[in-house]
């Protein structure tokens, strides 16, 4: 199956720190997504990219398409606390396209006040 | 508006007992998805739907899970009978047809004793 390589597995970070996190894929992906899952929730898209070296921000949040479509990064800058959580990559694959989502294994971002 | 509704959010229950999961998908959205999420293996797909029909299943991990979608508002994944190892936090997720971008329950957070 679509393997999806999600780094780092947790970060512990002071606050007003910026946070770098990446996930890379063993095949091209159509479609890379970005969730955030708070303790008891489920998980909320931050940001959806669409095309190879495409850059999107959400606020402190930003997001690139990697150019080979296999793989993609997440910035957040200036962390708050309001960061805490888990973030997740997700993609779509161009082998399997329809509305399949692989899902990374998850950054547990800790921002220490 | 409403997003992805799940209920019941929590569900304790005795080894061998029946389970049912509920969800209600965003309205207008003609995919639904059931995922399982634990610590070990992460964000796993179970089953989707494409206008109430069944897709693909083969992520159900054995025939004590079943899923159905009666109507274009309602789906429900079953446990039966429900094992210790089945105690996990069950999403929903549903999307449009063509949209990459799924949205997330709250989730069940199932325990089976």
């Known amino acids: 199956g679509q393997q999806l390589n999600q780094s780092p597995q947790s970060m512990f970070i002071q606050e007003g720190e910026d946070v770098s996190m990446n996930c890379t894929s063993s095949s091209i992906f159509n479609t890379w997504l970005w969730y955030k899952q708070d303790p008891g929730e489920g998980p909320v898209l931050l940001i959806a990219l669409y095309k190879a070296g495409e850059l999107t921000s959400n606020g402190r949040l930003t997001a690139q398409f990697g150019i080979t479509r296999k793989d993609s990064f997440l910035n957040i800058s200036a962390s708050i606390p309001s960061d805490v959580g888990i973030y997740f990559c997700?993609?779509?694959?161009?082998?399997?396209?329809?509305?399949?989502?692989?899902f990374g294994t998850g950054t547990r971002l800790t921002v220490i006040p | 508006d409403a997003g992805v509704i799940q209920s019941p959010r929590h569900e304790v229950t005795e080894m061998g007992q029946e389970v049912t999961l509920r969800c209600k998908p965003i309205?207008?959205?003609?995919?639904l998805f059931w995922y399982r999420q634990t610590m070990m293996r992460g964000l796993e797909l179970l089953i989707y739907?494409?206008?109430?029909?069944?897709?693909?299943d083969s992520g159900m991990p054995e025939d004590r899970f079943s899923a159905k979608m009666p109507n274009a508002s309602f789906s429900t994944l079953k446990i039966q009978p429900s094992e210790p190892r089945d105690s996990a936090v069950y999403f929903c997720?549903?999307?449009?047809?063509?949209?990459?971008?799924?949205?997330f329950g709250p989730g069940t957070r199932l325990t089976v004793l």
């Open positions: 997700a993609g779509q694959a161009e082998e399997t396209g329809a509305n399949n989502l692989f």
């Open positions: 739907f494409n206008n109430n029909v069944p897709i693909d």
């Open positions: 997720a549903s999307t449009h047809l063509l949209r990459p971008e799924q949205f």
């Open positions: 309205s207008g959205h003609d995919y």
